[in-house]
């Protein structure tokens, strides 16, 4: 992460195996405008801190926001979650719950007291909203969903090449046994934004918190640590994503066994809508983040200056004054359980 310099990489992030080391958001105000939710400045709320905490097992985020007007405001506070994507059945995301809407888990408190959030979803399919069709199709809007594939394979066959033709479903064909069974899965962006209506008292603080669990993005192998990686097309792309450093891409590779071109790793990937956040009257007073990998065998890597390691599996970095102008992206690469 960055305060007002630009996101470096840090070697502090890659800590060795030996030694021990794929959509998450932040609140704005908004206005729902005629296509829904519309993120907005507001000239009077100052976020004087933000505390967030992210692992492959929590997300928590802590603000103190203070009204600098002469009388209460009261604005549509929304917090837009990671978008949930799918191309087919190759994809592998963590989402948590069955739950179509709040398949996060993600509750809000304001000054500790429960708050009743409202939702709006969308579904997007090559730059369109197709949330009316499938909606007046009976199917859920959530890709990742059991209920989803099941409402898809019970659509007409002409609805079914619809979805094709749209690009909607793909072809889930399998075998169990019992000969070829014809099955579809869903394949389109669900983007899911929380919002509630919230009054700024005159000249006091309001704590608001959020706790969910991330949809985590995860693989049974990793490219990170093998011989050919760096000469893919991707290898840069991802590595700027990340920040990855020398340290963490000799610390994968450490972990490939002799003669072997692999690295017995496993990876996981979290994204958090950080951006949002400079939607305040002023950049954030107090802005402190801590990375938690989960063991300390895991290695970790993210984008930040000055970070910080407080503890065998957690990362902090803290600014002062900070505008955030890019999304918090964190890359997890496990030892593969042994069999």
């Given amino acids: 992460m960055r305060g007002a310099l630009k996101f470096v990489v840090c070697g502090a992030l890659a800590i060795g195996l030996a030694e021990a080391t794929p959509a998450v958001a932040n609140d704005s105000t908004s206005e729902l405008g005629a296509g829904g ?18 692992s492959d097992k929590a997300v928590r985020v802590r603000y103190h926001f203070a009204n600098t007007a002469q ?6 506070v929304a917090f837009p979650m990671p978008d949930i994507t799918t191309g087919g059945v190759d994809d592998t995301l963590g989402v948590p719950t069955e739950d179509q809407t ?14 009743r959030t409202r939702v709006e979803q969308k579904v997007i399919k090559n730059g369109v909203d197709r949330t009316a069709y499938l909606r007046g199709l009976g199917v859920p809007l959530n890709p990742y969903t059991q209920a989803a594939d099941a409402a898809l394979d019970r659509l007409p066959k002409g609805r ?7 690009g909607l479903a793909v072809n889930n064909d399998f075998d169990v046994g019992k000969g070829m069974e014809h099955h579809l899965a869903a394949a389109w962006t669900l ?11 005159a000249g006091r603080e309001i704590v608001v918190e959020h706790r969910y669990t991330p949809a985590v993005g995860s693989s049974a192998g990793t490219q990170w640590g093998s011989i050919d990686w760096p000469k893919d097309p991707a290898f840069a792309r991802l590595r700027r994503h990340y920040c990855v450093d020398d340290t963490f891409i000799a610390s994968a590779a450490r972990t490939r066994p002799p003669g072997e071109t692999s690295s017995p790793l496993t990876e ?21 983040m801590v990375i938690d990998k989960g063991d300390p065998a895991n290695l970790v890597s993210f984008c930040g200056e000055g970070v910080r390691k407080i503890g065998p599996t957690t990362f902090e970095v803290h600014y002062r004054h900070f505008t955030p102008t890019r999304e918090v992206s964190v890359l997890i690469l496990k030892p593969r359980p042994k069999s």
């Fill in 37 to 54: 939710l519309v993120l907005t400045r507001n000239a009077a709320i100052e976020m004087r801190s933000e505390d967030l905490y992210i």
């Fill in 71 to 76: 009388k209460d405001v009261n604005v549509t």
């Fill in 102 to 115: 709040n398949f996060l888990a993600f509750t809000t408190l304001v000054d500790g007291k429960p708050v």
């Fill in 160 to 166: 079914q090449d619809d979805l094709f033709r749209l």
């Fill in 191 to 201: 983007k899911t934004t929380f919002f509630w209506e919230q009054i700024f008292p």
């Fill in 268 to 288: 996981e990937r979290i994204e958090y809508v950080l951006t949002t956040g400079a939607n305040w009257k002023a950049p954030i007073g107090e802005f402190r």
